[in-house]
């Protein structure tokens, strides 16, 4: 066991969390596999095609169980809640909450610093976490920034693979890629699950992009990287990876993702 960063903080790590890795990779994996379940496959068995009577959905619901857990989902889909609303309003609050520990150099009460690192879930900053960073301990500050900064195109490019699938039999049969009956209503629950999940997300991964250009003069020990100590300060290195890779996603990130959705808000207003 060693130690581990939380949230500014050095943590030490006890032998019993390394042995709960593969629980949390499997526990990431059924995540995944959820929001792809959720965000691009229900809409191929649940979406009525376009033209199709309430006749024609009624006797899908009479199709078994399956058929019956289509119908209560396209119930439960047409009602106008306001719980993503609340949900949203609720993320964003823990969200700021969060960044109270690395933003203000405070000795926070026991209770209230708790309840800052567990907010920091809402950010999906998984490895910061008390507990599951015993789990990434061993990784270096390279293949942590490139994991964080990857998960938003890799979890994208799997949730885009049932339009995709919905694109290549639209053009095989229909004779268009948009042809498909169920085209549009795919491709906007991937829309909605992708603003989600980049909702979720934009702020650790902006912090993540950003934090490599914070450094601290330690004096004879050195100008470090303070996000990980182990690290000189990528702004020494300019050609260096860390540097070159934080400054592309820097750019991708906190401008290019604001500025995305202002041109879909315009596009769609």
């Known amino acids: 066991p060693g130690w581990a960063m939380s949230y500014g903080s050095c943590n030490q790590c006890t032998s019993g969390a390394l042995d709960l890795r593969p629980l949390f990779l499997a526990c990431?994996?059924?995540?995944?596999?959820l929001l792809l379940?959720?965000?691009g496959?229900?809409?191929l068995?649940?979406?009525r095609r376009s033209g199709d009577s309430e006749a024609g959905g009624s006797a899908g619901e009479n199709k078994g169980c399956w058929g019956a857990c289509v119908a209560w989902f396209l119930k439960i889909r047409s009602l106008d809640l306001p719980f993503l609303g609340w949900a949203k309003i609720c993320v964003s609050f823990y969200q700021v909450l969060s960044s109270f520990i690395g933003t203000y150099s405070?000795?926070?009460p026991t209770p209230h610093r708790w309840q800052m690192e567990t907010a920091g879930a809402s950010r999906m900053e998984l490895m910061s976490q008390p507990g599951l960073n015993c789990l990434v301990e061993s990784m270096t500050y390279r293949e942590r920034i490139m994991v964080y900064l990857l998960v938003i195109p890799v979890v994208l490019a799997v949730l885009s693979l049932p339009t995709v699938f919905i694109m290549g039999i639209g053009l095989v049969r229909y004779g268009g890629v948009k042809q498909h009956p169920k085209f549009s209503i795919v491709t906007q629950r991937l829309m909605w699950v992708s603003m989600l999940f980049i909702?979720?997300?934009?702020?650790?991964?902006?912090?993540i992009s950003l934090q490599s250009f914070s450094c601290q003069d330690l004096g004879e020990i050195g100008h470090l990287l303070k996000a990980d100590y182990r690290?000189?300060?990528?702004?020494d290195h300019p050609g260096g990876f860390i540097f070159t890779w934080s400054l592309i996603f820097a750019i991708i990130y906190p401008i290019g993702i604001p500025i995305m959705i202002l041109v879909v808000?315009?596009?769609y207003r």
Not at 199 to 207: A, M, Q, R
């Open 28 to 33: 990431l994996g059924l995540a995944l596999v």
């Open 37 to 39: 379940i959720v965000g």
């Open 41 to 43: 496959v229900m809409p």
């Open 45 to 47: 068995f649940s979406a």
């Open 106 to 108: 405070v000795n926070w």
């Open 199 to 207: 909702f979720i997300t934009y702020p650790t991964v902006s912090l």
């Open 231 to 235: 690290e000189d300060c990528p702004s």
């Open 265 to 267: 808000l315009f596009r």
